[in-house]
């Protein structure tokens, strides 16, 4: 099976779950000062903003990975359907996450957790993928070679990042999680799928 | 007309069915156990996950039928409009299933029995296009044949499966045509619409 | 410019506004008989499936329309525009009328009314398509020639029958704006773009 | 990499945006007069179709300017992603000026510059990709080449113009902004993209 098709579907998930963010954000109905009422929801904003970019980065690195394919087979279908769950799931853990980010108590520690659960179980739907096609290269363009250890490592630094994250959200603070996601999340504004100078 | 159009629309309705079924999921406000607030919003939960796959499974087996095509017909576009009918009902069947799987009464077995015919819809018209496409095999990439019987019976399961579900869900138990129904899900991950050794 | 990006884009337009329908379609909460609840919801099943059947029949005529072009030029890029705002309205126009069809006074004229007007719009929009089409033939694929005067006033019997409803909501009834409505969707379920035997 | 996929996703995006505008039209329920009602909302329909022709006349030129391409880079896509997140705003700052428009005090004033702001974060996200594009001209297809310092001067015309409007909103009135953007707007209608004479 070519791949213009899962292109075509994985795309469709990706607008709408990066458009669908901003019904989160509210026109507040206020009487007294408007910049004050926005000010006041800015976990929505911040929040928006960090989902927006999640997402953009996620379709890029989606779009670095799938146009290395020649074709998709039907595990890798279902490998990439894991992977927009979690990119569906983003909206809502987000918006858990601004409610509670003001909370000084436990709670900011669960929705700070569960955040980065989605981001997660988003690095292992990439590794699902990235995986798979590593070791059945005939999925390749011709002239792709499988990823090296290296390489492969390198992709997957956001599993470990992440899992060591958690515990984190309950030792330190919820705001470093959000701090060390973002950091990852630059990390994957650099490619780090295809090899160096290896074209495109 | 070729197929390409058609699929892109059918891959942006399924896109978009999947990604709103998110919006059923609301991070709640409370100023108790985060965690278990969370874990008394399980049946939406199970239900996002039921539809998710759902969705998931039917788009790839969309995927293959119409990966075999060389061109569509009107009619067929009509048939697909029906498929897509039933895509676009199950985020709503699905929300009520969530709302009334917790009750024991007889409300739950109305429930079941509507989010199973909206599967039974979806069932039908995936029979309508692929009969369709058995009887005017000039659709037909040049080197496919259309289905023979046994395989149209193997692909038609699902339709025996809902139907007899119906009934079920009054005389017995809700939950048990959500297991039978996720059963039928897990039947359709395998392929069953290309004969086997057919290629892709 | 070619014409595949305004059908993507089309189609995405297409899809969204023909699965956001279900959004209108609430599962309502009720400890008495839940097939009674729902059927007092009727009116908005009834507008779903219209609104559904409504777009899902303009997307056919839309692909056989754009079907027929070589690359679009940027007038009709802004015509397309305009038939898509009327796509966009109908979820609003279809909710208004199911909001208020059950009203036996003067309100369910307007509601019928208003929804008749954007079918109208729609109807403009596919003729101002259609003509710059008939008029700048150089868009065409080779081996297609521009309608005839026939051709161009069958397709055109939408905007007549949509004037010609608008007084009758007030004048007779709102329901017979609708079933004429339902006939003019099922009028051009059949084919009016392509000439007989033209092939496709 | 090739353009295809950033135009689907992109189309993507601009066809969500542009179809969930629709949500912020609400069927007014009301036991007096419903064309009152709905009178009573102008604000809500002046602004969807504001925002509706403004992400129409983007996609237009987004479509303009993807199209003189013949490969995209990384530096692009993030590009615009940034443009992306203009539009998917859009929806929010047009909500926002249609609940404060009607009131005469400095509320008025901040709506308008909100929505202003997000018209130059879009202008800005063009300038990012078109400037980039000239000085890269190897991502340009074959035989088309870089604008010349008057074009960018005459396509840059919208972030001049949304930056004077900023001020305006507080010394005269936010009516006259959107007076300017809706005179921007239209004139961006025209194509300002391509050189005259340049085909297309």
Redesign the interface.
């Known amino acids: ?1 070519s791949t213009s ?5 994985s ?13 989160d ?1 509210r ?1 507040p ?2 009487s007294g ?3 004050g009422a ?1 000010a006041d929801e800015w976990p929505e904003f911040a929040a928006f903003l960090i989902s ?1 970019t999640f997402i ?1 980065v996620v ?2 690195n989606h ?2 990975i799938f ?1 290395r394919l020649a074709r998709v ?2 595990p890798l ?2 490998f990439n ?1 894991f992977l ?2 979690a990119i ?2 983003i ?2 853990v987000t ?2 996450f ?3 980010v003001a909370h000084a108590d436990s ?1 900011a520690s ?2 700070a957790a ?1 955040f980065n659960c989605a981001l997660l179980l988003m690095a292992i739907g990439f590794q699902l993928c990235t995986l798979w096609i590593d070791y059945h290269p005939a999925l390749l363009k011709s002239g792709r070679a499988p990823r090296s250890i290296a390489q492969q490592l390198r992709f997957a630094t956001g599993v470990f990042a992440y899992v060591a994250c958690l515990p984190l959200s309950f030792i330190v603070n919820p705001i470093l999680v959000l701090a060390i996601d973002g950091a990852v999340g630059a990390f994957y ?1 650099v ?1 780090q799928v295809s090899g160096r100078n290896a074209g ?1």
């Open positions: 099976m098709r899962v292109e075509a579907f795309d469709g998930v990706f607008a709408v779950a990066i458009t669908l963010l901003v019904l954000l026109a109905l206020t000062s408007l910049i926005l927006f953009g379709w890029v779009h670095a146009h087979d039907r279908l279902f359907l927009l769950l569906v799931v909206p809502f918006s858990l601004a409610l509670y709670q669960v929705a569960l504004i490619d495109d």
